[in-house]
């Protein structure tokens, strides 16, 4: 299992991401190799001032890194040896299962959709985060931000594949699906919520309750909640300023622990043919190791294969 890391991806690469890469090793008895891809001058010095065992890493050097700043699908044409460029090359020609990045998000979102392309049978891939809830559980929220403006058939094909990723991610067996909307009666809602219902309804590949509104997020009544992407990172921002909130007011809560992104890694871009996990620009040595660990169960669990399935018509 050969998983790619973009070391120079992030505010605070690539020490942050060496770092990562210590506690991983350190955490696991059967490490992935792990592709470090990045400027080998930077990157070496840190990795033997670390310890890291050159056995159970691969520096890939790579020159160039994308800033975040840049726009996305001019800065990938025009600079072919940046770290996510190489990275995407990698993992497209099958010299890599995954690929991470905490770096410019566009270039990564668009690095993968024409390096690797969607699954057959998905009109559109999505992003999905996590929500922890007052149960001690955790459910899924998607999309929350790729696509902002979504048809009823996107909605109903995030279903599934938010479905399966709570299954064999997170060990929900048939997880509840949910539709936000702003009520829970049949017919509420925008014209996106009310085409979207019946075919979730009639959707065999999923469990749908029904319609779930804002108050019911972080509570245990849905596993996968469904919505557009302008809603959904309308939420995902807003859950993120929790965690911040309870640090400023010195909440002593380890519910709001939960809403430390960094817990969770990286966003997974689901629907492509390959795992591709996005981090947070100012992820730390936690987040880039959740990042590896998420990778390697993706790989691990075969969920883009079981997508795959559920997709064949």
Known sequence: MNIGLDMMGGDFSPLEAVRGVQLYLKGTTAPATLFLIGDETKINPLLQEYAIPAASVKVIHAPQVIEMNEHPTKALKEKQQSSISVGFHLLATGKMDAFISAGNTGAMLVGALFSLKPIEGIQRPTICTILPKTSGGTGVLLDVGLNSDCKPENLNQFAILGSLYAKHILG????????????????????????????????????????????????????????????????LKMAESLFDISREKKIQSEYFDQFDFELYGGTPLLGVTKPVIIGHGISHSKAFLNMIVLSQKMIQTDLLGKMKESFLS
């Open 172 to 235: 929900i067996d048939n997880p509840r699906v949910g539709l936000l909307n702003i009520g829970e009666e049949e017919g509420k809602g925008n014209i996106l919520a009310q085409a979207a219902y019946p075919l979730l309804k009639d959707n065999s590949q999923i469990h749908f309750i029904g319609n779930v509104e804002g108050r019911d997020l972080l509570i245990d009544k849905a596993d996968v909640t469904v919505c557009e992407g302008f809603t959904g990172n309308v939420i």
